[in-house]
Every structure is written in structure tokens, then in C-alpha cells.
């Protein structure tokens, strides 16, 4: 009696797992993905601006860490799942609403709407990882991998809902224990008891999908400057000071992305594919590019006030935001620069010690003059950088072992 051979499995029935041999670019859904955080930058940048003080700052930054990591934990599910099934296609859509959400509540997080704002982030991760179980119930190792990561969400879930229930600085020191949890978590490969963490196995990345996302948010961070730049120009003080300070705003952005791109920035991808242990970018890179897009928001944020008013003495909150966006820069480029050659060049932290050098004297001159004077420093590291480089041969990566 003839049997009909079984039918192969269709895309439907298979998990929806990136292929190995597949073609590993953004997809367009993904850049669509990211116009949320154009929104959510510029929100974050101008909420620093609204009550210049240490309290908005650390207000600012636990914001920008919730949204950045609702984005840097999609873009790992896109590296690793397959971003072209319509189960994931899906996925990315629903998270997308929800980032939306979280950004509308924004300016009222740490008022009215902190519940929407952390129930949200809480529905992102809780539901995403509800889901992923369910569309991996055939392979057990990677169902595990997603059970782990959901475990660890679902216990900094509490912190975060009660931040959004309690008030001042207690909402404030819930959601940094949430934070912690959340980006701890992630640094430990989610350790969970009888599971254990996850294997080395699974945290292969994808050198060209991994690095074109970071420079994509990257280039969005910047695009919050130029927002800034653009639309808060002041017509309230001379035409010469107007100019000036919107020049310096511009330049400055194009410092910073000069800056990324040489050479690290362009070498990215080569670095992961020459590492011997490709998942150490996996546990960095999202905390390195986190202090570069902290450094160009807060640079932006003191766009906004320079460019709203240049002259008189600058107040010591006024120049800690103006300086410290791109000491915060710095740093973290520093950092990304030792996971791409395993050095970090005399111009980082050179920069850092001539801004530490001139913020003093920043306190008895114009806005405009400190917005200069953190431009000049970038200029003095952008054309170290040019130098070092000049009349060489390309320099290959070379990622610590």
C-alpha cells in the first residue's frame, strides 16, 4: 500500500528563528520601528531643560534608561528571530505602540502618569517574552533561554509598579532598583535557579545587523540635536549672539558624529565578526552606546538653553549640563573604543580633563562662551583623532580576547 511521503513543514510551522544563512540587514519595519525614539529623545532632552536641577537629571537619566532598553532588547530579539515572519513582524508593531505610550508620558512620568509610564515598560518586556515563549514551544533551548529572560522581568516588575504607585523620591529610588535589575540581569546572562543562565551558545550576535542598529540609534540621538537646533532658535537677543550659538550647536553635533565614526564607529562590524567571543558585544555595547546617547542628549538639552539665552553668567547647573553632555559623550566613547582596539586613545580622556579645566571659568562668563568652549574641546579631540590616523594604514580592530 503506498504511503504519501509526510508533507514538508511550512513557515508557519516552524519557530520563527533567525536562519543562519539568511541575509542579516535592518529591515524597513525596523527604521519605522524607530521613529518612537526621535519622539522619546526630544521629550527626554527637553524635560531636562523645563527645571534645570540634580533631581530632574536623575529624573531624565532613569527615563532615558527605560526607553533606551525597551529599544536595545527589541533589537536583540530582531538579531536573533527572524524579523521578516508576521509573527514577528507583529511583535515589533505591539512593542512599537507601547514605546509610543511610554513616551506620551513622558513629561508627566514622575508626576500624574508614572503607572502608564511603568505599567507600560512593564507590558513591553512581560508581554514579549509571554509571547516568544509561546512561538518557540518547539525548541526547548531557545524557550528557555526566553523563560529566563522572562523571570528576571517579571521580578523587576514589581519595583517598577510600585514606583508608579508611590510618589517623590521614593518613585525615584524604586525605579533605579528596577533599572538595576534590568540591566544587572542582562550583564549576568539571566541567571535563573534550575535553569542556570544563558549558554554562551545562544548569545552569538550578528556583526552586521547588531552594528548598524547602534549606529541607526545612534545617528537618531543626534537627530534630537538637530532638532533642538532647528527649532529653538531664539530671535530674542542680537543677530551676532543668535548666529553664534547656533553655529556652535551645529558644530558640535557634526564633532560628535565625527567623533563616533573615527574609526570605531565604521570598524564595529569587523570588530564583533574578529572577536573570539562575539557575545562580549552583546554585554557591552548596549551600556557603552547608552553613555554616548545619554552625552548627546544632554548636549542637546544644553543646546536648548544656550540658544534660548546666550548672554548673561552661566549658573553652575546650566554649565554641568553644557560640559557634561559631552564629558558623558567622552566616556562613553572612550569605552566603545576599548571593544573595538583594547586601547583608549590620549585624546578621551584629554577632552574630559580640558572640559573639567575650563568649567570653573565657565561659571563667571555667557552661556555661549561655555557652549563654545565644549565645542573647541571636541574640535581639539576630533583633530587628534584625524592626526593619529593621517599618512597610516587602516588599523584593523582588534577586540580584547
Do not use: C
Request: proline share 8%; charged share 15%.
Amino acid at each position: 500500500m503506498h504511503v504519501p511521503a509526510p508533507e514538508p513543514p511550512t513557515n508557519r510551522d516552524r519557530p520563527p528563528v533567525r536562519d543562519p544563512e539568511s541575509p542579516r540587514r535592518v529591515t524597513l519595519l525596523e527604521l519605522f520601528f524607530d521613529l518612537v525614539y526621535v519622539v522619546a529623545l526630544a521629550l527626554i532632552s527637553r524635560a531636562l531643560v523645563t527645571d534645570v536641577s540634580w533631581d530632574r537629571a536623575l529624573q531624565s537619566l532613569i527615563m532615558l534608561m527605560a526607553i533606551w532598553w525597551t529599544w536595545a532588547i527589541t533589537t536583540l530579539v530582531t538579531d536573533m528571530y527572524d524579523p521578516e515572519r508576521p509573527e514577528i513582524k507583529l511583535l515589533i508593531v505591539a512593542v512599537m505602540f507601547g514605546a509610543l505610550l511610554m513616551t506620551t508620558a513622558i513629561p508627566e512620568a514622575f508626576g500624574s502618569r508614572g503607572l502608564v509610564f511603568s505599567g507600560t515598560y512593564v507590558a513591553i518586556h512581560l508581554g514579549r517574552g509571554l509571547f516568544l515563549i509561546q512561538q518557540v514551544r518547539r525548541r526547548p533551548e531557545t524557550q528557555r533561554r526566553a523563560a529566563r529572560i522572562f523571570v528576571w522581568f517579571a521580578i523587576s516588575a514589581v519595583p517598577w509598579i510600585a514606583g508608579g504607585l508611590a510618589h517623590g523620591t521614593a518613585r525615584e529610588a524604586l525605579w533605579g532598583l528596577a533599572l538595576a535589575i534590568d540591566y544587572g540581569g542582562f550583564r549576568l546572562a539571566y541567571p535563573v535557579p534550575g535553569l542556570g543562565v544563558v549558554p554562551e551558545t545562544q548569545r552569538n550576535v550578528t556583526a552586521e545587523h547588531l552594528s548598524e542598529r547602534y549606529q541607526q540609534f545612534f545617528i537618531i540621538a543626534l537627530g534630537d540635536a538637530v532638532l533642538v537646533t532647528g527649532t529653538m532658535f531664539s530671535i530674542g537677543h542680537s543677530e551676532a549672539e543668535n548666529i553664534t550659538a547656533f553655529a556652535a550647536a551645529f558644530i558640535s553635533t557634526l564633532l560628535l558624529w565625527r567623533i563616533y565614526v573615527h574609526k570605531s564607529g565604521e570598524l564595529l562590524p569587523s570588530a564583533i565578526q574578529k572577536s573570539r567571543a562575539p557575545s562580549r558585544f552583546l554585554l557591552t555595547a548596549p551600556y557603552t552606546h547608552l553613555l554616548m546617547v545619554a552625552g548627546v542628549v544632554t548636549t542637546a538639552a544644553g543646546f536648548d538653553l544656550v540658544l534660548h539665552e546666550p548672554s548673561g553668567r552661566t549658573p553652575p547647573a546650566w554649565a554641568a549640563i553644557i560640559l557634561g553632555g559631552p564629558a558623558l559623550f567622552l566616556t562613553g566613547r572612550a569605552a566603545f573604543e576599548y571593544e573595538v582596539f583594547s586601547r583608549v586613545s590620549a585624546s578621551r580622556p584629554g577632552g574630559l580633563l580640558a572640559l573639567l579645566t575650563i568649567a570653573p571659568g565657565i561659571l563667571f562668563l555667557p552661556p555661549l562662551f561655555a557652549a563654545l568652549g565644549a565645542m573647541l574641546v571636541l574640535a581639539g579631540v576630533a583633530v587628534a583623532d584625524y592626526l593619529r590616523s593621517r599618512g597610516r594604514p587602516p588599523e584593523d580592530p582588534s577586540p580584547p580576547h
